[in-house]
């Protein structure tokens, strides 16, 4: 997969970047909301209060839609799981957890938070860069996990 996403040409993440900006700058100025997606899928599963549950479905649907045309579009990349499923599933399982823990995940703070100098979200992505930099290590230096 790395080898596919290295010959990308270089429009495809300055595209990317546009549309997480564009999109969480809309939500901001139209709804004076934070994009946080792991926040909206709270919101749609009816874990968090204050939300328009069938706006958040809308988004999280779109998102995906537009993740599977992009998918579409790029020629189906080989996208080839160096894990086995119970691995990635424990893993989605603690990033979920770790999200409801630290009140956001990496598009609400890393994204959002940043841009606004919030020093939670300032905080939250120091702590999510230095974990997944140990995660990193661990799996392929101490567990011998390489790709």
């Given at each position: 997969m790395i080898?596919?996403?290295?010959?990308?040409p270089?429009?495809?993440?300055?595209?990317?970047?546009?549309?997480?900006?564009?999109a969480?700058?809309?939500?901001l100025l139209?709804?004076?909301?934070?994009?946080?997606?792991?926040g909206?899928?709270a919101?749609?599963l009816?874990?968090?209060?204050?939300h328009?549950?069938?706006?958040?479905?809308l988004?999280?649907v779109?998102?995906?839609?537009?993740?599977?045309?992009?998918?579409l579009?790029?020629?189906?990349?080989?996208?080839?799981?160096?894990?086995?499923?119970?691995?990635?599933?424990?893993?989605?399982?603690?990033v979920?957890?770790?999200t409801?823990?630290?009140?956001g995940?990496t598009s609400?703070?890393?994204?959002c938070?940043?841009?606004?100098?919030s020093?939670r979200?300032?905080?939250?992505?120091?702590v999510?860069?230095c974990s997944?930099?140990?995660?990193?290590?661990?799996?392929?230096?101490?567990?011998?996990y390489a790709?």
């Amino acid at each position: 997969m790395i080898a596919t996403l290295a010959h990308l040409p270089w429009y495809w993440p300055v595209l990317g970047g546009l549309c997480i900006g564009t999109a969480a700058g809309m939500l901001l100025l139209f709804n004076g909301r934070i994009l946080g997606v792991s926040g909206m899928t709270a919101a749609s599963l009816g874990w968090a209060d204050g939300h328009d549950r069938t706006a958040t479905r809308l988004f999280l649907v779109a998102s995906m839609a537009g993740a599977g045309l992009t998918y579409l579009m790029l020629h189906r990349p080989a996208v080839e799981p160096t894990a086995n499923m119970a691995v990635l599933i424990v893993g989605g399982l603690l990033v979920g957890y770790g999200t409801r823990l630290g009140s956001g995940c990496t598009s609400g703070h890393g994204v959002c938070g940043l841009a606004r100098l919030s020093p939670r979200s300032i905080a939250a992505t120091g702590v999510f860069m230095c974990s997944a930099a140990i995660t990193v290590y661990v799996v392929r230096h101490i567990l011998g996990y390489a790709s």
